[in-house]
């Protein structure tokens, strides 16, 4: 891991192509973090492929585009893929017109319906667990029921926590825990690290690997991505991790910022 600051801020302004998470890097739920804006027009103005990768899976691309947009940064919807465009991906690689039962927003309900899948809450291929904020006691018993009767669960991202105003809250991984609990099944997760999200990103990046840099918030997610996907990793401090959390790892991140305005100031 580099330590001098102005040597990792030439390698990183160095690369061709830029693969960002968002919560815990661009922004903290509805509040921009610093020097946000000003690394959106850095990879815009030195013409960086770029990429913004996110586990989350409640919004849709044009979602997010108009989320950003809100707060002050124009991007192309082209330049986001979710965990939840992964998981339709992937289902319908497994299954083609298949069936689900969703617990999650507009992002995974509307990938799944994209790729040709149903909505089924009797008998189900999939129970597919997404970022959501009307998990209820309810669907939790109709997933655990589904999943005992044969349907398979997945979670759109392994991330037990999330970034947000109010500081860490429950994410996804959180959410699948009860139903693995109740039904003795394990789920397969589908969001970063699985190399899935990675080789779809270069793909969309157009770079190769050692021209690539990943950035984000997590050790447990980002981080390792980049790691078992050898693209040089970046650590941003604005998000989930601390320096003394990063020492939990048996493994460390190429390069530590305290966020994405280092990169530009």
């Not at 302004?13 to 850095?42: C, Q, T």
């Not at 690689?93 to 909505?119: P, R």
């Not at 397969?188 to 190769?208: D, F, T, V």
Request: hydrophobic share 35%; net charge negative.
């Amino acid at each position: 891991m580099i330590k001098d600051k102005q040597e990792i801020i030439e390698k990183i302004r160095a690369k061709k192509g830029i693969i960002s998470d968002m919560d815990g890097v661009i922004y903290h739920g509805n509040k921009l973090l610093p020097g946000a804006k000003e690394f959106v027009e850095w990879l815009k103005n030195e013409n960086k492929s770029y990429v913004f990768l996110t586990n989350a899976s409640e919004r849709t691309p044009r979602e997010l585009q108009e989320k950003l947009a809100r707060l002050g940064i124009e991007v192309g919807h082209e330049h986001f893929y979710t965990s939840a465009l992964a998981t339709a991906t992937f289902l319908a690689s497994q299954k083609e017109n298949g069936s689900a039962y969703i617990i999650g927003d507009t992002g995974i309900i509307n990938a799944l319906y994209d790729v040709g899948y149903s909505m089924n809450n009797i008998n189900p291929d999939y129970v597919v667990i997404g970022d959501t904020h009307s998990y209820n006691y309810e669907k939790l018993v109709t997933a655990s029921r589904l999943v005992r009767d044969g349907a398979k669960l997945i979670g759109t991202n392994p991330d037990i926590t999330g970034p947000s105003e109010q500081g860490l809250i429950p994410a996804t991984k959180a959410l699948v825990a009860p139903i693995e609990l109740a039904t003795g099944k394990p789920a397969y997760y589908i969001g970063k690290p699985n190399p899935l999200m990675m080789r779809i990103a270069l793909k969309k990046l157009g770079q190769q690997r050692e021209d690539t840099l990943i950035i984000g918030d997590r050790m447990d997610t980002d981080i390792i991505a980049g790691i078992e996907s050898e693209i040089d990793t970046c650590l941003v401090l604005s998000g989930c991790e601390t320096e003394a959390s990063i020492h939990n790892y048996p493994y460390s991140p190429d390069f530590v910022l305290n966020g994405v305005l280092d990169i530009t100031s």
